[in-house]
């Protein structure tokens, strides 16, 4: 039996999900987009999940596209090939609008598409052997695939990010934790520990609350400040009605008071 290219663990609130290719460096090969998109509705699907974290199997976080199942050195028609980069793009697309949190856990090295993974992830953790590696240019490529200049800008700004794709250079993991590229650096078997305390750390919230907060840290980057102000207003006006928010707040007024 093929084993499972994408794996789903459940840890309380917190959903696992693994990118299981690690004979293949974890690339994403032709079933890659229905595999994603499978899990993350199985997991959207489940209301005890919170929080998701995004990780790869074996030392590799994602190897970006599968060159030997992909791509081809013969003419071939270009329809195919398309649907399958729309099909990954819609995997991007769906982690950045994810409506609950996903901690990206990058246990390796990620390459071009790989990375892209992670940077569409709230924010990642990173083990001490992670880097980041866009090499689409070294084959013939172009650099804006699966939404890596958009994503790169968002966390680098223009110059860096123009850098980075432009040259092919690396970034390694403490590179990475200066640029804000990851929130923490940690040894290779602490990773999975690391990205549990700090899932949990957040599955502990309100889980409402953590998805409006969500929402409104992905339309602000979008809009002017005025726009925002009024987009978190309604979400927030929402909130103050909510039975969650009632219990919540009676149990902190009664702590403060005792």
Do not use: W
């Not at 209301?47 to 791509?71: C, H, K, Q, R």
């Not at 590696?133 to 990010?161: E, N």
Request: proline share 3%; net charge negative.
């Amino acid at each position: 039996m093929t084993a499972k290219e994408v794996l789903i663990e459940k840890q309380g609130a917190v959903a696992i999900v693994t990118i299981n290719r690690p004979d293949k460096r974890n690339a994403q090969g032709v079933n890659f987009t229905q595999n994603m998109l499978s899990a993350f509705d199985e997991v959207e699907s489940d209301p005890d999940v919170n929080v998701v974290i995004l990780t790869g199997a074996g030392s590799v976080f994602g190897g970006g596209g599968d060159v030997f199942e992909i791509m081809s050195t013969e003419p071939v028609d270009p329809e195919p090939e398309f649907e399958l980069i729309r099909g990954y793009n819609k995997v991007i697309s769906r982690i950045y609008h994810f409506d609950r949190p996903i901690i990206a856990a990058v246990n390796g090295p990620a390459v071009g598409g790989g990375v892209c993974l992670a940077l569409a992830c709230d924010f990642a953790i990173a083990a001490e052997q992670a880097q980041y590696f866009f090499a689409f240019a070294r084959i013939g490529l172009s650099g804006a695939d699966m939404g890596a200049p958009f994503l790169l800008q968002k966390h680098l700004g223009s110059a860096r990010a123009s850098y980075y794709i432009l040259t092919g250079e690396t970034i390694d993991a403490n590179e990475g934790k200066a640029l804000g590229l990851f929130v923490d650096v940690v040894k290779q078997d602490q990773l999975r520990a690391a990205a549990s305390r700090l899932a949990e750390s957040i599955a502990v919230q309100s889980r409402r609350g953590t998805t409006m907060a969500k929402l409104s840290l992905r339309r602000s980057l979008e809009t002017h400040l005025d726009a925002a102000l009024e987009y978190e207003a309604y979400l927030q006006s929402f909130a103050f009605q909510s039975q969650e928010h009632k219990e919540r707040l009676g149990q902190f007024i009664s702590r403060r008071s005792s």
